[in-house]
């Protein structure tokens, strides 16, 4: 253990993984700085965790810590202070049919059909694609944070879920997943520029992205929304598109 982080009478303790194999870069090792125990994050530490670069995935609460990388920015975007461009608002516009509801955290079989359907489809050879419902639960509805779900239906039907945390000072988009067969109306960007419209709806000033990778495709369309920070070297500042 090489670190601590302290609230009150919390201690929280921080320790390096071993190198594995990169989910972004090819031929990249990676490793990553993990927060534990997890138990004891609650939503106030996790939201100062969050500011620092963190994220959590289920009850695993990490940040990037690789030895020769600095190439995933944590980022975050300015809420009051963003105006959609020309192809986010027809998106916008492409997508008023849907219908949103927020619910808690709670196993439902049309949204693990409609993960599974999505991970196959979208990252098959990923590992995720054969995701069974206990590995679904663990990942998706496993919280010691104040969390929740943001469905989309569309006549009734679902057609996109978000898992979204509430912090001190934002939102937190932690994962969407939506109907593969929807793609040509780019409901990935619907669902930010939704979440974005919660944020103000919530008078909180940030939607946290999660991380921007540059030489990443799938990761680097994030500064496609402006105004957008990242933290680099221990400082928030603003990235250009």
């Known amino acids: 253990m090489n670190d601590t982080f302290r609230k009150h009478t919390v ?6 993984t071993a190198p ?3 989910s972004y870069l090819d031929g990249q090792l990676a490793r990553s700085q993990v927060a534990v125990p997890s138990d004891l994050i609650d939503s106030d530490i996790y939201s100062q965790l969050v500011e620092q670069g963190f994220r959590r995935s289920g009850l695993f609460v990490y940040r990037p810590w690789c030895d020769h990388c600095q190439a995933c920015v944590p980022v975050r975007l300015l809420v009051n202070q963003f105006v959609p461009n020309r192809t986010q608002r027809r998106v916008a516009q492409r997508n008023q049919i849907l219908r949103v509801r927020l619910m808690e955290l709670a196993f439902r079989e049309e949204h693990f059909s409609l993960y599974q359907r999505y991970q196959q489809s979208r990252h098959p050879g990923g590992g995720m694609d054969q995701d069974n419902r206990e590995q679904y639960e663990s990942f998706v ?5 104040a969390s929740f779900l943001a469905e989309f239906l569309e006549d009734g039907v ?3 879920v978000s898992l979204i945390d509430q912090l001190e000072d934002g939102i937190s988009s932690v994962y969407t997943f939506f109907d ?3 793609a040509p109306r780019s409901l990935g960007v619907y669902n930010v520029l939704w979440q974005i419209g919660l944020a103000k709806q919530l008078g909180l000033p940030y939607v946290y992205l999660g991380y921007w ?4 495709r799938k990761m680097s369309y994030k500064t496609q929304y402006q105004p957008i920070e990242g933290r680099i070297k221990g400082q928030w500042q603003l990235l250009q598109e």
Request: charge should be positive; charged fraction near 15%; include cysteine.
């Open 11 to 16: 201690q929280l303790q921080f320790y390096a």
């Open 180 to 182: 593969p067969d929807l």
């Open 141 to 145: 509805l496993k919280s010691n944070v």
């Open 158 to 160: 679902v057609r996109m």
């Open 213 to 216: 990778i540059k030489n990443c």
């Open 20 to 22: 594995y194999p990169c």
